[in-house]
């Protein structure tokens, strides 16, 4: 094959959405692995391997990431339909949830309120603009909640997409370390408080734990998806009235 | 499977109609689940299939944020410009948010532990 039929080949596939469903496929089965060949360690994050994979190759073949977006966006979809999915591990809990319904109440108002507003102060003494706080703002929560909140608050809402998965990499990452060093043992708490601080990536992590913890992430990521949709619009300006910087 | 997925979608596709029809800031997904959830509590639970094609669907849920993630590709300029208040916010907040949330559960589950004994 000659040099001008693979750059022919190439501009082909490159508008097909065949290449970008299986370049995600591909770039997660390699992640996943060394994931599981470093035994499920919490830094070695699939997620994160994943995306950082692609965005080298995309970048070192010049695809922009609208076309990429054309075959991965199949992949995409299925968030739907897992969010759904999700009642199931609900449901096999809920005896027990219903039962710490208190517990639940005020952790989760306490968590939500922490998430937005230390991201809020951190940023601003930090120097960030205010559009980029407000897209910071909900970033707990799951993508399309956080963007909703951001766009109706005046922030960045595709920006928000993605300081929403870094905060859920992040929240993956470090979870099991804190747990660790503050000695929480309960599986019930593990999952609430990934799920609080780090929505659908970090249920994906406390399903790794425990079905238990799993089910816990699973409700709060809910919970917290619901109560940042109320309460942001009503934190976000008095943070913006009091901190700015 | 079939069958279990065309629940999946049919809730997920009820909880988008009910977002748009009442203007909610909530995602479809998330009302379907919670419809999903109050109908197993109704008629006692998931069959095997649905429960076996969530789990399928569940077990690789990372997975399905990769495309998203990769979106960050578009943001190169602001993160290149802001990276340092960007990344000291998102993992201060995502920390002291696990710690506090953790912390604060874990504290009323050991005191009613204390008064069941």
Known sequence: MNEQSITGLWVYLSTRPLLGLTMTLVAYGIAWRIHQRLRGHPLANPVLMAVALLVLVLTLTDTPYPRYFDGAQFVHFLLGPATVALAIPLYRQFNRMRAMALPLGVTLLLGCTVAITSAWIVGAWLGADERTLISLAPKSVTTPIAMAVAEALGGLPSLTAALVIATGILGAMTAQGLFRLMRIQDRSAQGFAIGIAAHGIGTARAFQLSPEAGAFAALAMAANGLLTAVLAPWLVPMLKHWISH | ?117
């Open chain 2, 1 to 117: 499977m079939l069958n279990a997925l065309t629940i999946l979608l049919v809730f997920q596709l009820i909880g988008e109609v009910i977002t748009r029809l009442a203007d909610w800031p909530v995602p479809g997904p998330v009302i379907g689940m919670g419809l999903l959830f109050l109908t197993l509590v109704l008629r006692g639970g998931p069959d095997d299939s649905l429960e076996g094609t969530a789990n399928g669907l569940l077990s690789h849920l990372s997975l399905l944020f990769v495309p998203a993630g990769t979106g960050i590709m578009l943001h190169a300029e602001r993160l290149e410009s802001e990276w340092l208040p960007l990344a000291a916010a998102l993992l201060v907040s995502t920390v002291l948010t696990i710690a506090v949330s953790a912390l604060c559960l874990q504290l009323f589950v050991k005191r009613r532990a204390a008064s069941d004994e």
